[in-house]
């Protein structure tokens, strides 16, 4: 019965050179969908490619863990600032004349390290609004007195 089912369809497309090009798309931050663009295929078949086929299924976690790690990095870098070597360059007519390296520094940025906060620890971070409620309600004392 899994032989004939195995069988019902059109062949699989599947190639082996997908499991790198999956994995730099995934570096570039394709969703699944835009996976299932690429390849020409519906998103169903990404799906049944990742079952069928483990090292693809590991290679879209692979490069979806590397991108999300890098994105996360830069995200802390900015909320707590940063500083990096930049150069600049004097130009006359067109052509350079001069450079000079020099220290470029990025301020913390605060909605970078809210968002972090609130991600990271958002029992402490959250905005949240507690409302005490005393009293009856309103309808269920109008409630009783038609009862």
């Known amino acids: 019965m899994t032989e004939a089912k195995n069988k019902i369809g059109a062949p699989s497309q599947y190639k082996e050179e997908y499991i790198q090009q999956v994995e730099k798309l995934c570096k570039l931050g394709a969703i699944d969908k835009e996976i299932a663009g690429f390849f020409g295929v519906c998103e169903a078949t990404i799906n049944n490619w990742k079952k069928a086929h483990p090292e693809f299924l590991e290679s879209i976690k692979k490069g979806k863990v590397l991108a999300d790690a890098e994105v ?4 802390f870098q900015r909320a707590i600032g940063y500083s990096h070597t930049d150069t600049k360059f004097a130009t006359h007519e067109g052509q350079i004349t001069d450079s000079q390296e020099y220290m470029k ?3 913390p940025d605060s909605t970078a390290a ?7 620890q958002p029992e402490k971070w959250r905005e949240k609004q ?5 009293g009856e309600m309103t309808f269920k004392k ?3 007195e038609l009862g």
């Open 72 to 75: 996360s990095e830069k995200l």
């Open 105 to 107: 520094h990025y301020p």
């Open 114 to 120: 809210i968002f972090w906060l609130k991600n990271r």
């Open 130 to 134: 507690e409302v005490e409620h005393s």
């Open 142 to 144: 109008w409630a009783e």
